[in-house]
């Protein structure tokens, strides 16, 4: 008699004694009933190389625009044709099914914030008038200095390269949906769909506090000529910055006073108003978006809104690229998660750089990426919880699995190691017609999502 023992992660060791007569039992047990304990297969370097190859690919543009108009078609249809060959043979529909509601809700959830996020853009750009943004200066930003100071010291090719523009906002779009893809080969745990509704939330609940942290304090923006190019605005300022800012805007004595008596007192006249067009039940956005004559109806002008013209506190941009960097990391690991990041930092500086951005909305924007990325792990986690309900099932089973081993009963112990071991595998069987059309469904409709975020993105 010896004892059999069973050791799981976190739980104490099982001991089951167990008979060392060699039989045709223990034979079928030792070769069937433990095969939920194999090593998963090592991870090659493929995703890794397929992201390398596409940021390679397309920059090609900038050296090459001829032979990145031939690669670059190429590189795409390789990719598509490779995802959809691959739907016959992926055995997690059932996941992905489960998710779609998920993953539909986030898009939604993203979709309405990108639009509340417009309209606070086109306010604080145009709240304060044009002819504030022209005569406002850029705030001192240590940062900028910095950059300014090492391009006199490091080698020439080094700057050049830190100038480059080798990575976009649409290149993390790409590089994430490389990665969600991936779950088709198994490079990555599924659902994708699990992995998109993560990505797209996170992102969406990053925008938010975006939005509300630049809409509750205008900062001038780095480029003061931006407004004039860019933006069709009133000169002047709106009714509520004519009575509660313009007095007070430079004189230190009143605002000294308001701060004492905390109520606005200066003779400010007759307010100049603003053009008020007929916008039906949207005519509420008339006082925050400030229309011309030529801006035409509110969802033109929200469309048109872009980036805006003052500095938005924190980089929506490095936010995305920063959130693509961190389901890489947890998703697949490796050397690639490490080009990622480099990516990442090469981005921001060059935001600071091109002076789009302020070191501080940079900085911020890494650091609320990744917290922001660890709080949002119950729509979709990297961390494998069959071993947990292994352990579950084990516990509840131990008396008869003792039991069995005591009896010599191998047929018996075999059939309850077996339950442990399909608690944590999924159905494994081919899928369907009707779950392969289905598939092909979601792949295609992935494919198209991914294609209009590149078109509607592909400027930043």
């Known amino acids: 008699m010896a004892y059999l023992m069973l050791k799981f992660p976190g739980t104490k060791l099982h001991l089951l004694p167990v ?66 060959s691959r739907v016959p043979f992926y055995k997690h529909w059932s996941s992905e099914f489960r998710s779609v509601k998920a993953f539909v809700a986030s898009m939604l959830f993203m979709l309405l914030t990108l639009l509340v996020e417009a309209a606070c853009v086109r306010f604080v750009t145009a709240v304060v008038g044009l002819e504030w943004h022209i005569d406002t200066s850029p705030l001192p930003d240590t940062g900028q200095w910095f950059l300014l ?150 969802y033109n002008l929200l469309r048109t809104a872009g980036g805006g013209c003052n500095d938005l506190v924190y980089s929506g941009h490095v936010l995305v690229a920063v959130l693509t960097a961190m389901a890489w990391t947890e998703a697949y690991g490796g050397f690639s998660s490490g080009f990622i990041w480099l990516l990442v930092l090469h981005s921001a500086q060059r935001e600071i750089r091109e002076r789009n951005h302020y070191t501080v909305d940079c900085v911020v924007a890494i650091y609320v990426g990744i917290l922001l990325w660890k ?34 009963n191998m047929d018996e112990v075999r059939e309850l190691l077996r339950e442990v071991e399909l608690v944590s595998q999924e159905n494994q069987k081919a899928p369907s017609k009707a779950m392969w059309l289905l598939g092909c469904g979601i792949v295609i409709s992935a494919i198209t999502i991914v294609l209009l975020a590149l078109v509607l993105t592909s400027d930043g």
């Open 375 to 408: 709080v949002t792990g119950f729509l979709w986690s990297a961390n494998d919880t069959s071993t947990g309900r292994r352990i579950n099932v084990l516990e509840k089973i131990q008396n008869r699995l003792t039991q069995a081993a005591k009896d010599d």
């Open 149 to 298: 100071a090492q391009n006199e010291k490091l080698p020439h090719a080094v700057v050049e390269i830190l100038r480059a523009r080798i990575v976009g906002l649409h290149h993390f779009l790409m590089l994430f949906m490389i990665l969600a893809f991936s779950v088709l080969f198994d490079s990555v745990k599924a659902p994708g769909l699990g992995l998109g509704a993560r990505y797209m939330f996170t992102m969406a609940i990053g925008r938010i506090l975006r939005s509300i942290t630049f809409v509750t304090t205008i900062v001038p923006s780095a480029r003061p000529w931006c407004a004039t190019v860019r933006f069709g605005i009133p000169l002047y300022p709106h009714r509520w910055a004519q009575k509660y800012y313009v007095p007070y805007a430079s004189d230190s004595n009143a605002i000294r006073q308001v701060i004492r008596n905390d109520m606005a007192f200066a003779d400010t006249g007759k307010l100049i108003g603003d053009y008020r067009p007929d916008w039906g039940p949207m005519s509420f956005l008339i006082d925050f978006l400030r229309p011309t004559v030529t801006d035409g109806s509110w």
């Open 19 to 84: 008979s060392l007569r060699p039989n045709k039992t223990t034979a079928t047990l030792s070769s069937s009933s433990f095969t939920m304990w194999r090593l998963p297969a090592a991870r090659s370097g493929g995703l890794g190389i397929a992201a390398i190859s596409y940021v390679a690919v397309d920059y090609l543009r900038h050296l090459s625009p001829t032979w990145h108009r031939r690669l670059m078609p190429a590189l795409w249809t390789a990719l598509a044709l490779v995802s959809v």
